[in-house]
């Protein structure tokens, strides 16, 4: 078919031109004597998107769920209890991935459509006073339900209960597009991957670390190989890596890093909630409801939407799929063929969106669900102009 293929699902995410034409080059050496020129500043500029100035961060040629394998291997031992919430399909991928290292999980069930539940954290902290719990883990931003998550309040419960446990966060589908901060919130552990806010392909795990879990993982930790810490710090402080690094991926974030550091980690976060408000003025106008449940737990980078009931949401996939070339995310285990989303993360804009949009609007209709055609990419529209004109004025 003629024209752009749409691509918005929640990771991987749209490549800008300059991403896709940094990677475009020979394979280069990567023992050459100049790469450590390349490599030193790179590992330098990622922690700024971490915000993770005394740490250090681990580019693993593995996805972002190799970046969460690190840091439990290296971290924490067998038989370590960690707390745990699970509210959707990454959250429970993540603890299901820590009983299999065979962490002692308490795991906190909660409905989807919420997120980490910062009262029930506060309580199992207080009452734990012999400090079992070793690590208090947070998915950030639960992309399956478009979830947000509040990380400082996790850290405000640890300190209000004194406690000295290490702080893991999943931030695959939040850092670098949603305000993260790991050393103001004290995160020791903060996991990403390239395919999302990174706008790279699929291929790097990022694990930004603190110094107390690099401490942690000194005087512990499972058995590892692949992601040890140690083989990792020990080629990568004199500029190269234990295993062959994905270098084209690298140079890929050389200009990744160079597009966010131009325009800004908080203009960023600023144009994604702009974009997410306008699919939510969309959602609000067609009569639908999002998987989230109330307004604190709006995810900036991703919108799950509910189906009406007698609709399969994997339907209005496939039909924005087929008939007007557009990738939107099906809904994952249990709120399969009940929900779809709408990634909005990366590199993308208002049009781009409106876009999005239109194809779901006609995708909807087609499936039989009774809106009016227009009136969410209307309501977009208009929250996008007025957004924008008040900015233009703003700037005059
Ligand atoms: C995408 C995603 C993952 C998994 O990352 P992969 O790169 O697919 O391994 C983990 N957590 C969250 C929140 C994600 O969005």
Redesign the pocket.
Same mark, same amino acid.
């Given at each position: 078919m003629a024209g752009f293929n749409h691509l918005f699902i929640? *990771?991987p995410t749209n490549i800008p031109e300059q991403v896709r034409q940094a990677m475009n080059l020979p394979m280069e050496d990567m023992r050459a004597p100049n790469f450590p020129e390349f490599t030193k500043p790179l590992f330098e500029d990622i922690k700024r998107v971490f915000k993770n100035e005394t740490g250090r961060v681990f580019i693993y040629p @593995? @996805? *972002?769920? *190799?970046a969460?394998e690190a840091a439990i291997e290296n971290v924490l031992a067998p038989g370590d209890r960690v707390l745990m919430s699970r509210f959707g399909q990454?959250s429970l991928?993540?603890a299901d991935m820590a009983e299999r290292f065979g962490l002692d999980v308490d795991l906190i069930d909660c409905e989807w459509g919420t997120g980490v539940p910062l009262e029930l954290y506060a309580e199992r902290l207080a009452a734990d006073t012999s400090h079992r719990i070793k690590a208090v883990f947070a998915?950030?931003?639960?992309?399956a339900t478009g979830v947000t998550s509040d990380v400082a309040g996790v850290r405000a419960a640890l300190d209000a209960a004194k406690h000295p446990a290490l702080l893991f966060v999943? *931030? #695959? @589908? @939040?850092i670098g597009s949603i305000d993260f901060r790991q050393q103001e919130w004290g995160v020791d552990c903060a #996991?990403s991957?390239s395919?999302?806010g990174f706008m790279l392909p699929?291929g790097l795990?990022f694990l930004s670390v603190s110094p107390k879990a690099l401490a942690a993982a000194r005087s512990g930790g499972h058995r590892r190989c692949f992601f040890s810490f140690e083989d990792m710090i020990k080629a990568n402080d004199v500029g190269y890596f234990p295993y062959t690094p994905a270098t084209q991926l690298l140079r890929g974030l050389r200009a990744s890093l160079d597009l966010i550091a131009d325009e800004g980690l908080e203009a960023i976060f600023i144009r994604h909630r702009r974009l997410a408000e306008g699919v939510r003025s969309a959602v609000n106008a067609w009569g639908l409801r999002l998987c989230a449940k109330t307004p604190k737990w709006h995810s900036d980078t991703v919108s799950a939407i509910h189906v009406p009931d007698g609709i399969n949401s994997d339907e209005v996939v496939k039909c924005a799929y087929y008939r007007y070339q557009t990738s939107l995310g099906v809904g994952l285990n249990k709120v399969a063929g009940k929900v779809f989303r709408i990634g909005h993360l990366g590199w993308l804009n208002d049009v781009m969106v409106c876009g999005a949009l239109s194809a779901v609007e006609m995708a909807l209709i087609d499936c039989g669900v009774r809106i009016q055609s227009g009136s969410g990419v209307g309501a977009a529209v208009d929250y996008f102009q007025r957004s924008r004109a008040s900015t233009v004025a703003r700037a005059a």
């Amino acid at each position: 078919m003629a024209g752009f293929n749409h691509l918005f699902i929640p *990771g991987p995410t749209n490549i800008p031109e300059q991403v896709r034409q940094a990677m475009n080059l020979p394979m280069e050496d990567m023992r050459a004597p100049n790469f450590p020129e390349f490599t030193k500043p790179l590992f330098e500029d990622i922690k700024r998107v971490f915000k993770n100035e005394t740490g250090r961060v681990f580019i693993y040629p @593995s @996805s *972002g769920t *190799g970046a969460w394998e690190a840091a439990i291997e290296n971290v924490l031992a067998p038989g370590d209890r960690v707390l745990m919430s699970r509210f959707g399909q990454f959250s429970l991928l993540w603890a299901d991935m820590a009983e299999r290292f065979g962490l002692d999980v308490d795991l906190i069930d909660c409905e989807w459509g919420t997120g980490v539940p910062l009262e029930l954290y506060a309580e199992r902290l207080a009452a734990d006073t012999s400090h079992r719990i070793k690590a208090v883990f947070a998915t950030h931003n639960e992309t399956a339900t478009g979830v947000t998550s509040d990380v400082a309040g996790v850290r405000a419960a640890l300190d209000a209960a004194k406690h000295p446990a290490l702080l893991f966060v999943d *931030g #695959v @589908s @939040s850092i670098g597009s949603i305000d993260f901060r790991q050393q103001e919130w004290g995160v020791d552990c903060a #996991v990403s991957g390239s395919q999302k806010g990174f706008m790279l392909p699929a291929g790097l795990g990022f694990l930004s670390v603190s110094p107390k879990a690099l401490a942690a993982a000194r005087s512990g930790g499972h058995r590892r190989c692949f992601f040890s810490f140690e083989d990792m710090i020990k080629a990568n402080d004199v500029g190269y890596f234990p295993y062959t690094p994905a270098t084209q991926l690298l140079r890929g974030l050389r200009a990744s890093l160079d597009l966010i550091a131009d325009e800004g980690l908080e203009a960023i976060f600023i144009r994604h909630r702009r974009l997410a408000e306008g699919v939510r003025s969309a959602v609000n106008a067609w009569g639908l409801r999002l998987c989230a449940k109330t307004p604190k737990w709006h995810s900036d980078t991703v919108s799950a939407i509910h189906v009406p009931d007698g609709i399969n949401s994997d339907e209005v996939v496939k039909c924005a799929y087929y008939r007007y070339q557009t990738s939107l995310g099906v809904g994952l285990n249990k709120v399969a063929g009940k929900v779809f989303r709408i990634g909005h993360l990366g590199w993308l804009n208002d049009v781009m969106v409106c876009g999005a949009l239109s194809a779901v609007e006609m995708a909807l209709i087609d499936c039989g669900v009774r809106i009016q055609s227009g009136s969410g990419v209307g309501a977009a529209v208009d929250y996008f102009q007025r957004s924008r004109a008040s900015t233009v004025a703003r700037a005059a």
